[in-house]
């Protein structure tokens, strides 16, 4: 029997199944699904074996928070990113990004939230002046809320992203959307079973995202420390939170992007735009307050308190890349106090559970065959994330060089 294409048995890796190490085994991939898991297994006829001793399989890594452009799936699965995990896009774009990475065996797979919601001029409108996106619709009352979120189902949004942004950690002041503009875009949004989620900044936007009842935050706020009253409303409303500990580095003067240029594994898969990206500051304006320590520390309160916590990159904000700065947040989240099992949840089991991408994020039969392999043992130093020795896209051995597109 032909096991057909996108088929191959890995023998002898330690494997990470989303959740917890496990010992050296075998994986056995048949046409792009995880088909068994085994301490021994025999490669059916035609099937490629990969020698993996040494190395650790990884589930493909899924970054929670992106801006896509043209080439930033390609960018992401050399890293071993396999789903990107857009908070805002031209619907446009998204869609020819969707159709092309459906056959393009290079690129990551995408979910995005298109359109989000912001109030008239408020963040992202400046972007339209640069040429960054193109001119989009804003809300600028509850009235507004259905229609906006029933435009945003009829382009195809996978879920709804509002914009909570005062300027108060960027310097640059900006209007925002009203609570009760938020409670109607929310309540919208969950009518048509599309979950929410909030770029937030600030601990006061937070707290009043969490109680208008959205799913997920998608930045950490960094202006202050997190307070009893969040904790307890973030608990109670069980949100996830996507830290973007790499953004925030970059938004506070402590940019990683230029150290992570250098590294002697991710560097030479970076490809021209990555590395601009990397090496990019962030705009900060006058009087801005926002502090990285704050975010550092609320990683590990919020994880003592049963939060789920999702990595995300914000790539390309300043001082981020597509693919490369994921390997940095899990390196950040651990040294906020997650355990490196912990960090790898975030960025495979977690956000794949709550953005109900039920096929992926782990290592099991009958999963998306999304496979990472990494020279050594990331369970002992996290930045082991990094030395990619092969990428399987569904099954597909994915390239991993920037030029061979
Ligand atoms: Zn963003």
Redesign the pocket.
Known sequence: MDPGPDSVLIVGAKLFDGHRFLPPGCVLVLEGRVAALDSRLTAPAGVPVVDARGGTVLPGLIDA???VFPGALQSALRSGVTTELD??ADPALVGALVQQASCDPSAADLRSAGIGATAPGGH?TRLIAQGLLSPFPTVAGPAQAEAFVAARVAEGSDFLKVILEDGTTTGHAVPTLTADTVEALVAAAHAQDLLVVA?TLTQAHALLAVGAGVDGL??LFFDEPPSAQFLDAAVRRNVFVVP?LT?LAARSGHSRGRALAEDPHLGSALDPRQRASLTLDFPVGPGARADLAHAMSAVAQLQRNGLRLLAGT?AP?PGTAHGASLHDELHLLVLAGLSPPAALAAATSAPAAAFGLTDRGGIAPGMRADLVLVQGDPEHDITGTRAIEQVWRAGHPASRSPTAE
Do not use: E, I, L, Q
């Open positions: 928070h992106v801006h908070m805002f992202p770029h998608a930045h973007t953004s914000d904000s």
